[in-house]
């Protein structure tokens, strides 16, 4: 089956893995910006990030015939230096019409302090004026429920949003109702050591249906399974999902999403299946 990872950090995998999502299936990715393992030092350290993701990073996931779309921020464990996210914010416009950008991604809260607040609004507000698709990290763990109302509730307070161009990720059994409740898409993402599983991903699936819900595999370069989404689909299998069910939640929906950004190109696979779960 022909599948999207809406969510996997491929800057820092290797070219192997893309050439193993291809074997199982994967026809396109999308890459938010994120947290390199260690804060970067400046504004230029945010340029040279964002030259790799929107003009080699398409290339190198060319080479296995995958597509490759990003999304550009900086990110919530940065966002402590509150001048230094403003001049990452101000130089992000620069690359929002290269080829395969969808959006502002991913932003959000970490650690749900003031100035994570703050950086969080204000790329909020550059969306809004850019007319761009937003992608939201929520936290992690304990901070994880706390931090989702908050985010929720700062989106439900910007009345230009349009909740159907929102896509709020990592949502887990207790944040995913009001994430849905609320008009905005969900993303499930699949993680070896916390998050998700795919059968917990079945289960709420089951649970609240297959609308504006995706799964992703955060695959990144801490403990992660980039070919986490064919669990998914093996599970929902196992299951007895129907086929149109399953594809509908790692092939349509993404699609579905991603296709209200100005600059989506997409162009369908061949019609010929690849070998592959
Ligand atoms: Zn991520």
């Known amino acids: 089956m022909y599948y999207i990872d809406p969510h996997i950090h491929m800057v820092s995998r290797v070219t192997d893995d893309y050439e193993t999502l291809a074997r199982m299936g994967c026809v396109a990715v999308s890459e938010p910006a ?32 995958i597509q ?11 966002a402590e230096d509150v001048k230094l996210s403003r001049e990452v914010i101000a130089m992000i416009p620069e690359f929002m019409d290269q080829p395969g950008v969808l959006g502002i991604g991913e932003i959000g809260l970490n650690k749900n302090t003031k100035n994570e607040a703050i950086v969080f609004l204000e790329h909020l507000d550059l969306a809004a004026k850019t007319d761009e698709l937003i992608l939201i990290h929520t936290p992690h763990l304990e901070d994880k429920y706390k931090g989702t109302r908050m985010i929720l509730d700062m989106l439900c307070d910007d009345q230009r949003l349009d909740h159907h161009r929102v896509l709020v990720d990592h949502v887990e059994e207790h944040t995913i109702g009001r994430v849905l409740e609320n008009g905005f898409w969900a993303g499930m993402t699949l993680y070896p050591t916390s998050k998700c599983t ?26 992660s399974r980039p070919v986490a989404v064919p669990d998914f689909i093996m599970a929902m299998r196992k299951r007895g999902h129907s086929e149109a069910l399953i594809r509908k939640v790692v092939y349509e929906n993404p699609l579905e999403f991603f296709g209200q950004s100005r600059n989506f190109v997409f162009t369908p696979p061949e019609m010929s299946e690849p070998a592959g779960v």
């Open 198 to 223: 795919p059968e917990r991903a079945c289960d709420m699936v089951e649970m609240y249906g297959p609308e504006r819900l995706l799964v992703n595999s955060a695959g990144d370069w801490g403990p």
């Open 68 to 78: 490759h779309w990003t999304w550009l921020c900086i990110n919530a464990k940065e």
């Open 34 to 65: 994120f947290w390199a393992g260690f804060d970067r030092g400046s504004v230029d350290g945010f340029r040279d990030y964002f030259r790799q993701l929107t003009q080699f990073e398409q290339k190198r996931a060319s080479w296995s015939k």
